[in-house]
């Protein structure tokens, strides 16, 4: 069976991937890349805790790749960072702020999810080697007690790569509109038609310098502005096709 959108949840304390049938989950047994067999269980949205759509080894995370974004370099290739498994959370997750900052931004981003292992891509081996779509809100880290605030500190703390609810499945390369809210308010819209580097050129780059591992996550950058988040707001990223995250 080929779904072309999955959660992948928790369910008591066992890990699923479960498809939409109307308002509940149809739980499936199998894997994104081996296929989805039915079993036959429903459960409700209210039952499960949603996970971070695939277990991937690290997001790497494209920067300023949307015009109107500052600094821009004039290097001919994209400049990205890493985030551990630790920094993943899933949809409707409480994000906590580490004691060194009391403010955070939001970066809704498009993401995109590894099918194999591969290294040192070709422009023409790209496609092949995605696996599908999912929403990713790349949070940094703001208003800090440091006095200096190294990358990996602003990037990677624990809960700051929200990711989900959905993988979708389906893997040709498109484009995709995104739109952020805070509380409510629509504070980010853009589109990945304008990316600087596309998704052939990003993961081109990346995989000439590390290994891209299977469920690993490529995050393509956010449009500008980008908003500030304070603790109590709620912030929802969504990207039409793939789904809603809301943390």
């Not at 949603?50 to 290739?77: Q, R």
């Not at 995709?176 to 600087?196: C, I, K, M, P």
Request: charged fraction near 20%; charge should be negative; aromatic fraction near 8%.
């Amino acid at each position: 069976m080929h779904e072309d959108r999955v959660a992948r949840i928790d369910w008591k304390g066992r890990v699923y991937y479960a498809k939409l049938e109307g308002q509940d989950l149809a739980l499936l047994s199998g894997s994104p890349i081996e296929g989805f067999v039915e079993s036959g269980v429903h459960v409700t949205m209210e039952e499960v805790r949603f996970l971070p759509p695939v277990p991937a080894t690290k997001l790497i995370g494209i920067g300023a790749n949307f015009p109107g974004e500052a600094p821009i370099s004039s290097d001919p290739y994209p400049s990205f960072f890493v985030k551990p498994p630790s920094a993943f959370t899933g949809h409707l997750a409480t994000v906590e702020l580490p004691h060194v900052f009391r403010s955070v931004v939001a970066e809704g981003e498009l993401g995109v999810v590894i099918r194999r292992r591969c290294h040192n891509l070709r422009p023409e081996e790209v496609q092949a080697v995605i696996l599908g779509w999912t929403v990713v809100n790349d949070l940094s880290g703001r208003d800090s007690t440091l006095s200096v605030v190294p990358p990996a500190v602003k990037k990677s703390a624990d809960g700051f790569a929200p990711m989900g609810p959905y993988l979708s499945l389906d893997p040709a390369i498109r484009s995709f509109r995104l739109t952020t809210w805070r509380n409510g308010e629509v504070v980010q819209r853009g589109s990945t038609a304008d990316l600087r580097f596309g998704v052939v050129e990003c993961l081109v780059h990346i995989s000439s310098i590390m290994t891209l591992e299977p469920y690993d996550v490529v995050a393509l950058g956010t449009p500008p502005p980008k908003p500030s988040l304070v603790p109590g707001d709620e912030v929802a990223v969504e990207i039409e096709g793939i789904g809603r995250l809301v943390n």
